[in-house]
């Protein structure tokens, strides 16, 4: 059993609170790992806000990365000392799993969102005794410790700042692998990116990588567009115009490739229509459970699809690493989107995250060091 500090929400839309809680120590095939730094990821908050019901009290926190600690009997895959990323659990046995499609893993959601493990307990309790939810997506990462599994712990070169690589697990993995993992956009192509945060970005810098050779970025902050343009985006429009109009003025007749980011009904019609003839629009904007939205069928019988994304459809253990080599080349500067926080600020860094004055919050544990 450990003891720690960790940020705790207790109801619905409430603030975080650094509480004493006490974590135990890892199964047969859970890792323990310290955490130097721990994205907060929009994901964080619509949980947060109950967009989808994890239960509450709750340590949320999704984007953690630092040292193992200690690993269970049967972990053959880290051992204490070595640096991770903390990623999404899946499986590991469905039929989607095994062909490396983990994030359309049937138990998806009950292993990343129910709160506890999959036999439905809770490595963690408060000061009290109480029941705290913090199995999220299998490591809770928004405290001093995290207990992770083997299958969701990724192991990246310690040479390394380990404490800004958390968000590589999830926000920017979404982002990059949208584009180069699923998408798969060849050299020389087109792709419009609507919504220009963390995510939006990540697919900016990782469709320069690629070799799209129109990159438009679409969004409503002007400091967010002309980052877009630092980053890779060839083109930037301000989403107060008619995007779609825009895009058709700049391509001729639409873009190959378009990347809805927002989560917005109206932002995911404009991502479709922008599409030339056989164009393919990728979805990765979290919304409600049960939003909807209206799009023209004659417009998608001409060879246009509309595809949702998870999780940028990665292998992390593939596709972490190379992001990180490509960071270490200097052909994906992710870092330029952090700002870090102690883990004690974190309304702090929530409210700035939401506002949309920092781009990609990295909180950092009091003490933490590597």
């Keep these: 059993m450990v003891t720690m500090k960790a940020a705790v929400v207790r109801e619905q839309g409430g603030s975080f609170a650094i509480e004493q ?63 991770v990323v903390l990623s999404y659990a899946s499986c590991g046995v469905c039929a989607n799993c095994q062909k490396g499609l983990y994030g359309y893993c049937p138990d998806l959601y009950g292993r990343n ?28 990462s928004f405290g001093e410790y995290a207990l992770a599994t083997e299958r969701n712990v990724v192991k990246i070169p310690d040479d390394v ?62 400091g967010r567009l002309a980052l877009a343009r630092e980053l890779g985006a060839t083109h930037a429009i301000n989403g107060r115009e008619d995007a779609v109009a825009a895009i058709q003025a700049i391509t001729g007749e639409g873009v ?39 799009l023209d069928i004659n417009g998608l019988l001409f060879g246009r699809t509309v595809r949702g994304i998870i999780e940028g459809d990665s292998v992390p253990d593939v596709f972490i690493p190379q992001l990180v080599d490509l960071w270490k080349q ?13 883990l004690s600020q974190i309304d702090a860094a929530a409210h700035a995250s939401e506002s949309g004055e920092v781009l990609k919050a990295v909180l950092i544990p009091e003490g933490a060091g590597a």
Excluded at 22 to 49: F, K, S
Excluded at 133 to 140: I, R, V
Excluded at 330 to 342: Q, V, W
Aim: glycine share 14%; aromatic share 6%; charged share 15%.
């Design 113 to 140: 969102f129910s709160g506890g493990r999959p036999d439905g307990s809770s490595p963690c309790c408060d000061a009290h005794g109480q029941r705290v939810s913090a199995y999220f997506f299998a490591q809770s």
């Design 21 to 83: 809680i006490q974590l135990e120590a890892p199964r047969e095939t859970e890792v323990l790992v310290r955490i130097l730094g721990v994205g907060m990821c929009h994901t964080d908050l619509v949980v947060r806000d109950q967009y989808f019901p994890t239960p509450l009290p709750a340590v949320l926190g999704h984007e953690g990365a630092g040292v193992v600690e200690q690993v269970g009997a049967g972990v053959t895959k880290v051992k204490p000392g070595d640096h």
């Design 256 to 294: 190959q490739y378009s990347l809805e980011c927002t989560g917005l009904p109206k932002v995911l019609r404009q991502a479709v229509d922008s599409l030339r003839l056989t164009g393919v629009c990728g979805i990765i904007g979290v919304a409600p459970l049960g939003t909807e939205v209206s």
């Design 161 to 222: 700042p380990v404490e800004i690589m958390g968000p590589l697990g999830c926000g920017i993995q979404t982002g990059a692998g949208a584009v180069i993992n699923a998408l798969k956009p060849g050299a020389g192509t087109s792709i419009a990116i609507f919504g220009a945060g963390s995510v939006g970005l990540a697919a900016v810098m990782a469709a320069k990588v690629v070799g799209c050779t129109t990159i438009i970025a679409v969004d409503l902050n002007e």
């Design 330 to 342: 200097g052909r994906f500067p992710f870092d330029r989107l952090i700002r870090k926080y102690p």
